[in-house]
């Protein structure tokens, strides 16, 4: 069964540092997602992606992050200068379609730890 | 912001019986509703879903009922097995929006 898959699995880094989380969504799959889940909280919407260009965003998606499809299979989410409020579990989702069934497709996470 | 509410943060049932979570919402807009599954240092894992024109949908042993009027939905999982116990996700969306609304979860456990 396909799944979306993400890496690193764990990712330690230094306060002030940038950070890249990557995402290979579900190959048909057209929409693409980055939550987050700070530990003990819920899960939070972070940005949608669509024919190559943000949807939409939340807050917290603030300049610091910015995400790309480089190459058409790769999705990533890029952090530039990390702070210690961005350590949580990150996870990648995709979905078929926007509305209707929206059903979305977790990754099993990166947790960021950020010292 | 809280557009979604899980108020039960942990739910202790018998295997056998049945485990019902409840889940209620703000958003009138809302009119797409999910169930998700997560484990410890696993991605959610979707279970069931329900759009807002249907009152029930039935997966097996897992059924969403969903009430408008109240703006509630539950959960019902009969029979209760012990691998069902996990982390339960309710979350929502708008048919024109794509992004989910998540509750903050209910831990079931299911004991042998």
């Known amino acids: 069964e396909p799944e979306v898959t993400q890496t690193p699995s764990h990712q330690v880094t230094q306060m002030g540092q940038e950070v890249i989380l990557r995402c290979v969504p579900i190959s048909n799959h057209l929409y693409f997602y980055w939550y987050r889940q700070i530990l003990g909280q819920k899960v939070e919407f972070l940005v949608s992606?669509?024919?190559?260009?943000?949807?939409?965003k939340s807050e917290i998606f603030d300049d610091q992050f910015s995400v790309e499809r480089p190459d058409g299979s790769n999705f990533t989410l890029k952090i530039r200068s990390t702070k210690l409020e961005d350590s949580a579990m990150y996870f990648c989702a995709s979905s078929v379609e926007r509305g209707g069934r929206n059903e979305q497709f977790f990754g099993p996470g990166t947790r960021l730890t950020v010292l | 912001d809280q557009q979604v509410k899980q108020n039960s943060p942990s739910l202790s049932v018998q295997e056998g019986r049945i485990s019902i979570l409840n889940c209620d919402y703000t958003?009138?807009?809302?009119?797409?509703f999910l169930w998700y599954k997560k484990y410890p240092a696993e991605g959610p894992t979707f279970l069931i879903s329900i759009s807002s024109i249907k009152d029930k949908n039935e997966d097996g042993r897992f059924t969403v009922f969903l009430n408008k009027s109240a703006k509630h939905l539950s959960l019902h999982i009969v029979p209760s097995q012990p691998g069902d116990s996990a982390v339960y996700f309710c979350?929502?969306?708008?048919?024109?929006?794509?992004?989910?609304?998540f509750g903050q979860g209910t831990e079931l456990s299911v004991k042998p």
């Open positions: 958003n009138s807009m809302f009119d797409y």
């Open positions: 992606f669509y024919n190559n260009e943000i949807s939409e």
């Open positions: 979350a929502a969306t708008t048919t024109q929006g794509g992004k989910l609304i």
